[in-house]
């Protein structure tokens, strides 16, 4: 692992993201126009103070990993990633330049979702902004780190986009959003507890119901695991060589 | 039976290989910048090279020239180190192909052009060069060398292909390699430019360095050192022109090449 590489590869990524406008104006308004559209529902009740923090954990999973597994298929697909390994830069320096990059812009839309959410649509979150923004980039590391792995498995564009419904939807369906974890049948329950998506859920939640951030360290720990476990893992799905 | 390559500069004479090797073993020591010796490289069902044995001298422009699907991006590949090789082996500048200590030391265009479309020639560049550790002047030098300095704050995508293909060729020449590998780096550009680009790569040779530049026009041969030739993975012969003109007679490299090919068919 080499910092400088690592770096330069992590300013390479937020150059190109810097050069699509679009996709920036998608990444930090659509969650904001989905909260909005929520909040107007529901005008009057408690709905947005009671799923719109859930939601602020999962759209970085969602985006982070689409972003990520189109952003390295490409890579694959355009011979940069060949030309990459027949240079000096790391395997893991590559993933985890990805993973910073995409870490950072998570963490801004974290900002600017979180703040639309509480400034403009007046959610009600008693749980300190930090701590809000650092579930919601870990959760975005998991996106990242997954987008890696399901990228190797991935020859076309066709099925990097499949992968989404194979791989995120299962963890929408068990995290808690759906159903309160408690309810679920016990088979259900313990699968739910396989998946990253369940803890960043979790921390969102217990953040939403109060204003101590400390009960959270053990959802934090276990997010923090799946991200260098998939990073491994994404590392591992590199190849110098290839037939 | 794999046809003989033609080594011996006598004309019309054909030397099996196998009486050159233990010459080439020594020599290979102090003069070849890369070496191959029975290289056998499978892609998926096919087998695309057959027990392959070349010599690159070092500090020359030397032409891999063959047909399209005899093997020349797969050789490239391998030299490069980013080949599954089923056996045989491989060295570049002494070293294993493929050794981390080589990332440094040889630089390699890809067929497609491989660069981010969507960052300026000059970020393309910048990032290449701060993965191999170079200054910020070679940044500058590479885009001068292939005539790209008025596009280097344009972005790769409003490009022409051609415009382009430079572009990841002078990431290639950011790093000032020892070796450089370039697959077809002259299709689909016009003569002026082609002309332009071969005089590049005759100056980095003459600047003692070692540039393999792979094409399926015959015509380019007249602008290299020396010629590897290549048809189905096998080497048809490792010749200067004029002597390939001498041993086949013919008087332009496509009719020359066509020649050999009969000649190992006959031989078969």
């Given at each position: 692992m080499n910092v400088h590489r690592t770096l330069a590869t992590s300013a390479r990524v937020l150059r190109q993201l810097r050069h699509d406008p679009r996709t920036l104006v998608l990444l930090m308004g659509l969650p904001c126009l989905l909260l909005w559209l929520i909040a107007w529902m529901f005008e009057g009740t408690r709905v947005l103070d009671q799923f719109g923090p859930l939601l602020l954990g999962v759209f970085p999973l969602i985006v982070m990993f689409l972003v990520t597994s189109v952003a390295t298929l490409r890579e694959r697909k355009s011979g940069t990633l060949e030309r990459l390994m027949a240079s000096p830069l790391g395997k893991v320096d590559f993933v985890l330049g990805y993973g910073l990059a995409f870490g950072l812009v998570a963490t801004i839309q974290a900002v600017v979702v979180t703040t639309f959410s509480v400034g403009a649509l007046g959610m009600d979150m008693p749980g300190p902004l930090w701590a809000i923004i650092m579930v919601a980039a870990l959760v975005a590391l998991v996106g990242t780190s997954l987008g890696l792995v399901a990228s190797a498995f991935a020859s076309t564009e066709f099925q990097a986009v499949q992968f989404m419904p194979a791989i995120i939807f299962p963890q929408l369906i068990v995290c808690g959003l759906v159903m309160p974890r408690e309810q679920m049948p016990a088979a259900l329950e313990a699968i739910s507890r396989a998946m990253p998506l369940t803890y960043g859920v979790q921390a969102m939640k217990d953040l939403s119901m109060s204003g101590d951030p400390g009960q959270i360290w053990s959802e934090v720990a276990v997010l923090v695991a799946f991200i260098v476990g998939a990073i491994v893992l994404g590392s591992l799905t590199l190849r110098r060589r290839t037939a | 039976m794999a046809p003989t390559p033609l080594r011996d500069p006598s004309p019309g004479s054909i030397i099996p290989h196998m009486g050159n090797l233990s010459q080439g073993r020594h020599t290979a020591e102090h003069s070849s910048a890369i070496v191959a010796r029975g290289l056998v490289v499978r892609r998926g069902k096919n087998e695309v090279l057959h027990g392959l044995d070349l010599d690159v001298p070092s500090g020359q422009l030397v032409g891999l020239l063959g047909p399209s699907g005899s093997g020349k991006s797969t050789l490239m590949r391998a030299i490069v180190g980013v080949q599954l090789v089923e056996s045989g082996t491989i060295a570049v500048l002494g070293t294993p192909a493929g050794d981390p200590s080589l990332r440094h030391r040889v630089g390699y265009v890809t067929q497609a052009p491989s660069v981010y479309a969507d960052l300026t020639v000059e970020e393309n560049l910048k990032y290449f060069a701060s993965v191999l550790g170079t200054d910020g002047d070679a940044v500058a030098r590479a885009i001068e060398a292939v005539d790209l300095t008025r596009y280097a704050k344009t972005r790769v995508s409003r490009l022409s292909g051609g415009e382009t293909s430079r572009v990841s060729l002078a990431v290639a020449l950011v790093g000032e390699p020892e070796v450089l590998v370039l697959d077809e780096p002259t299709v689909g550009l016009d003569p002026v430019l082609r002309r332009d680009l071969w005089a590049l790569f005759a100056r980095l040779a003459a600047d003692a360095r070692t540039v393999l530049v792979s094409s399926h026009?015959?015509?380019?041969?007249?602008?290299?050192d020396r010629l590897l030739l290549l048809r189905n993975g096998d080497l048809l012969a490792d010749v200067t022109l004029p002597e390939l003109f001498e041993r086949t007679g013919a008087d332009d490299a496509d009719q020359a090449f066509l020649t050999l090919v009969e000649r190992t068919e006959v031989a078969r």
């Open positions: - | 026009v015959m015509d380019e041969a007249t602008r290299c």
